[in-house]
């Protein structure tokens, strides 16, 4: 065992976002995730909607002490545009969304919690889908660099971390190629590429509008990086792995930390007949309103290798033209989500990042794992989920051993701080160190919350994890 000791002032907290946590409660926009469960609920584990979700909006302050009281110094969820915004066209603000904003501000403070605010978590108002094309239209862009206005306009001064978009690659990916969320749209490459290039120049606008206000705070954005390991050396499998990259992690990373898109993605696309139509001025934009820091939300490796088949696509375009996903064996995964468990690519993130990004400060800002039907381990009015606990020392000491080498990490944040909803999956896996009890809201700190506190008040813990990049 030995005892891994985090840099003084290191982030344990965790994250949520608006639509999961808080429940509806303004109904003058419906956001794409209230619209979507409105008409397709059968699309929805047991058919829960985004409607009460965990309750945050009336229980925020009773939140707030259990974050505290598992021992959380920071703390991210996202705004919603649908509620703090009156008119969209305009920006205006409405005054009970910011009310109920300024009292989460409020709140952390109170309880000595870091509050991070994003701005974005797939969650557009549903007009501006029907009506202008959604993140297809550059219209659209400039509305969200308008309500990126008036929430750092109104609370600008007393948060200090923003973060633009929480990963943007999903929606392209979601609601474009892949069609797992609403409008759910395969294989539509161009407007795909369109959309990636257009959150690229959201993100961009919206710092720029932040930097304009001379805000005493950072701003930058949450990307999840699922880093590609492809199944040999051989040249084609090594390509395939770039392929990846370059069309699901760079595509935003390179725009966010060095300002400029990567040239494989550029080629590639103007290759297709698929590429983005962008001006001189806009990538000026995008070029000269880089982030200030990273949140990196790491849930699981992308094992590829190369696509040997002709995809018969009938006109649609999908980036796996290029690669193909490679069933490793021997792998642990995750059942109850289907992902693969790889805490070591934690390591390699944080590597690529200070080799390549400039070592720009990041963190990681969502890890976790989410199970299913957790009431089984309920002993004695606890959640005994020592399966989180050792997941996350298992990720932790791969995050130590990279800063040791000189990453440049501050923080860790698990997903999530108290069981939330989730898109399409609703409360099916839960994934905090707070359960919520559907039928009663009530909302109790399980084993891993302990763990948190532990760990966070001794600024490490002790590992038994044999880490050897
Ligand atoms: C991330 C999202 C979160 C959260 C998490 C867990 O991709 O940013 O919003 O949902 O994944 O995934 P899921 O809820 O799909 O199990």
Known sequence: MTFLQFPNGFWWGAATSG??????????????????????????????????????YHQYENDFKLLKEIGLNSYRTSIQWSRLIDDLEEGSVNPEGLAFYKKIVQEAKKNDIELVFNLHHFD??????????????????????KFAKCAFT???????????????????????????????????????????????????????????????GKI????????????????????????????????????????????????????????????????????????DFLGLNYYHPNRVKAQEQELDLQGKWIPNIYFDDYKKPDIRMNPYRGWEIYPRAIYDIAMDIKNHYGNIPWYISENGMGVENEARFLENGQIQDDYRIDFYEEHLSWLHKAIEEGSNCFGYHAWTGIDCWSWANSYKNRYGFISVDLETQNHTIKKSGYWMKKTSSANGFESHYEVHP
């Open 19 to 56: 639509p999961q946590s808080e429940g509806t409660f303004d109904k003058k926009h419906e956001n794409l995730m209230d619209y979507w469960f409105r008409t397709k609920p059968e699309d929805f584990h047991n058919q829960v909607g985004p409607n009460v979700a965990s309750d945050f």
């Open 124 to 145: 557009i108002p549903i007009e501006l889908v029907h009506k202008y094309g959604g993140w297809t239209s550059k219209h659209v862009v400039d509305l969200f660099a």
């Open 154 to 216: 109104h609370l600008g001064k007393e948060v200090k971390y923003w973060t633009t978009f929480n990963e943007p690659i999903v929606i392209v990916e979601a609601s474009y190629l892949y069609g797992f969320h609403y409008p759910k749209y395969f294989g539509h490459g161009k407007e795909a590429a369109q959309v990636m290039y257009n959150l690229n120049l959201a993100s961009a606008k919206a710092i720029a509008e932040y930097k304009k206000l001379n805000l005493p």
């Open 220 to 291: 930058g954005i949450i990307l999840n990086l699922t880093p590609s390991y492809p199944r040999s050396n051989s040249k084609e499998d090594v390509y395939a792995g770039h392929m990846a990259d370059a069309m699901l992690n760079h595509s935003f990373l390179e725009p966010a930390v060095l300002g400029k898109f990567p040239e494989l993605l550029v080629s590639t696309l103007e290759k297709d007949g698929i590429l983005w139509q962008s001006s001189a001025e806009e990538m000026e934009i995008i070029r000269s309103n880089k982030v």
